[in-house]
């Protein structure tokens, strides 16, 4: 069954640090979300692709993160640099033609 | 304020036994309504979705039901599992809204006890 792939898993960093993390939709889905999820609470979304064109980046605070998916396919987050409060969930999701949204494992990070 | 409220913050039941999620939200107008799980440390995992003229929907022992005239839904799980020890999770989206611009409530955590 085709999914979401996401890594790493886990990362742990000290803050200042730079930390990335990378997403592989499901083949063929054209819009790509990166959500984050901070513990006890729904995913909150960061940025929104279609193709590789950002449609909305309004949440993403962009001083310290960035995203970019160059080829329309996979997509990297990165935070630079990394503070206490960036320790959340990381969820990356794709669609297709706006149907039903399927959502990767996560990305756990913790900055110490 | 967020617009999906979702009831109670967490539950705790015994297994074999039944319960009731509610989710009320205030999206308007209404497109769709999801009910996502999602077990701890991993991603949500769609268990249904609804549009306005459904009523209620089901998948396996789970049961979802919605009523759009006073913007509430509710998921019944039946019989419940140990496996059912997760948080779920109420998603609107409005019918102006791009897809991203889903309204996400903040999960009831249920937690089922041999």
């Known amino acids: 069954e085709a999914e979401v792939a996401q890594s790493p898993r886990y990362k742990i960093t000290e803050k200042s640090q730079a930390v990335a993390f990378w997403c592989d939709p499901i083949s063929g889905h054209a819009t790509l979300y990166w959500y984050r999820q901070i513990l006890g609470q729904g995913p909150e979304l960061l940025v929104q692709f279609q193709d590789e064109s950002v449609v909305d980046d309004s949440q993403l605070p962009k001083d310290r993160f960035s995203a970019e998916r160059l080829k329309g396919v996979d997509s990297t987050l990165k935070i630079q640099p990394a503070e206490l409060g960036d320790s959340a969930m990381y969820l990356c999701?794709?669609?297709?033609?706006?149907?039903?949204?399927?959502f990767g494992e996560g990305s756990r990070l913790t900055v110490l | 304020k967020n617009q999906v409220e979702q009831s109670p913050q967490s539950l705790i039941i015994l297994e074999g036994k039944n319960c009731t999620l509610q989710?009320?939200?205030?999206?308007?107008?209404?497109?769709?309504l999801r009910w996502y799980k999602q077990d701890t440390g991993r991603g949500p995992v769609s268990l249904t979705i609804m549009t306005f003229s459904e009523n209620t929907k089901s998948n396996g022992r789970y049961t979802a039901t919605l009523d759009a005239d006073t913007k509430q839904s509710s998921l019944h799980i039946t019989a419940s599992q140990l496996s059912d020890s997760a948080s779920y999770i109420c998603?609107?989206?409005?019918?102006?809204?791009?897809?991203?611009?889903?309204?996400f409530g903040a999960g009831t955590q249920v937690v089922v006890t041999p």
């Open positions: 989710c009320n939200y205030t999206v308007s107008p209404f497109s769709n």
């Open positions: 999701a794709s669609s297709s033609l706006e149907r039903e949204l399927f």
């Open positions: 998603v609107v989206r409005g019918a102006t809204d791009s897809w991203g611009k889903l309204q």
